[in-house]
């Protein structure tokens, strides 16, 4: 396989994904009856929330949608006729329908993120966890900018906790030597493969023993 | 008019806007009950969060505010006396009273937010959005402070799009080749007639059709 | 008293009230019946939110719990222990066994953040507020992310209150030549002992008379 259409399957799946990130804050907002405004905005947090809060952490510019502004217009794109086309009726099966590329996304952002932490020499844990921020964090911020509970904190659905592993997967296939395209590509099939079965078998994190 | 004149009058506006976003995150404070501390610290991010997330965002330092810490100074003061004299009575009121100021700030903050990017050489829709950001997003802070969903995407009213407008106006006006002062001008007038005008005839951005 | 063991009751007061914060985001998010991921990640906030703050205003890198990480190791063990240990029954216990580190720990970043700040050459008020923020501001981010209005705003108890004084504390000894070990020292202990006070004694905020 030529580095070209490397490139081009990891963009396909990083549209696919920030696309995922993107209807769930439109879905979102629409739930709300927000208007163009508010959903544009929840729709841009969730998709750049994460990178973007990443790269304030670690203290890099420009952030991607800054420095690749068609990511906006894209976005402003999709709020229009999403608002336009989507209706009620729709909304579930939307929903349910961005469950993959949403998984593909997870599989894409969480080693991303640990491996530009790598790069600046930070410890395994700090990069594993700017991989999770990466991937998770959009999704907590549209849910407070919906003055919601973080669905993500709530709903004991293995999400973040999968990214955490499929990171550590990254690291440690690194560490033992391992190119980083085969670590990304065993780190990002091992997280879209867990969280596709974990969405099929509907698994559930463990309850708080509360007694 | 001297170019000392035009500076006056832009600080003049800058003050009257910032006073009137301080007195918006002042009065749902009030309205919340909050101790002083809530009342200070919800008032400074409505007043000041916005340019602040720009900078952030723009890596920009350092703040406005810290640099010139007399507007904090301002802003301890005016929550003093506002705690102190304001009464439940005299809130709508103020409410009212402060439109007319807020729309000042929305039209000066939404070009000057544009203009720091431009000269960032920053593409014209990440511009603009600087500028909606400046103008916006305190007032998004303080909702989410207020553990209240932000008015700014739920109460349909236009604001943020008219930022967005006049941000453009900004833009188009510079790529032309017009002076930095009168594309302000324009932009600012734009935005604050634009602004009144809505208020005055009660316009609404148009409702999700759901089914 | 050798310099040695000024620093290691530093970093015991430190590691003290670090623990107090990172208890009571744990406890918050056990209340909410948050999964693992949300305990972790609310504690997390609550626990280093107020200095990341801190150091996203001064634009200081890497973070502290980037540079240090076993801050995040020891997070997580506590979070697992936390999930696994504590009982409904216990957590009102908890909660009022953490005041006393958590007033240490008050003491502590207050006096510290100001600190920072002044040797950046920022002015009084801003470093007061860096000290305000490095105590208090992880805990309103601990009640956004639990979709709460802070209770930093509304319960009306002393707490950043005494943080502002007890930073001007320092401020003003640094001012008169004060050496900075006595100058921290006065600051942590008048903070700690006001806050001790407030507590054991009830001492509310003024409310806003409405009327």
Redesign the interface.
């Not at 407070?144 to 973080?150: D, R, T």
């Not at 994190?205 to 007694?211: C, E, G, H, V, Y």
């Given at each position: 396989m030529t580095s070209i259409s490397i490139n081009s399957i990891e963009l396909l799946i990083e549209v696919l994904g920030t696309l995922a990130f993107a209807l769930s804050g439109l879905i979102a907002?629409?739930r709300?009856?927000?208007?163009?405004?508010?959903?544009c905005?929840?729709s841009g947090v969730t998709a750049f929330g994460g990178g973007t809060l990443r790269d304030?952490?670690l203290?890099r510019?420009?952030?991607f949608?800054?420095e690749n502004?068609y990511w906006?217009?894209g976005l402003i794109a999709l709020c229009l006729i999403g608002?336009a086309f989507l209706?009620?009726k729709h909304i579930d099966f939307t929903e349910k329908a961005i469950q993959i590329p949403d998984a593909l996304g997870l599989g894409l952002f969480a080693p991303l993120g640990t491996q530009i932490a790598l790069i600046q020499h930070?410890?395994p844990?700090?990069a594993v966890?700017m991989g999770v921020f990466t991937a998770v964090f959009g999704g907590?911020l549209r849910d407070?900018?919906?003055?919601?509970?973080?669905k993500?904190?709530?709903?004991?659905q293995p999400?973040?906790?999968i990214a955490f592993i499929g990171g550590w997967v990254y690291v440690i296939l690194i560490h033992l030597g391992v190119t980083e395209l085969l670590s990304s590509l065993t780190s990002f099939l091992s997280i879209t493969i867990f969280r596709l079965v974990a969405i099929n078998r509907n698994w559930q994190?463990?309850?708080?023993?509360?007694?």
């Open positions: 907002g629409l709300k009856r927000f208007d163009l405004v508010g959903i905005m929840v304030v952490i203290d510019r420009p952030f949608w800054v502004s906006l217009w608002s209706k009620s930070l410890d844990i700090v966890l907590i407070i900018f919906c003055n919601e509970v973080p993500a904190f709530s709903d004991h999400y973040a906790i994190l463990p309850k708080w023993n509360a007694n």
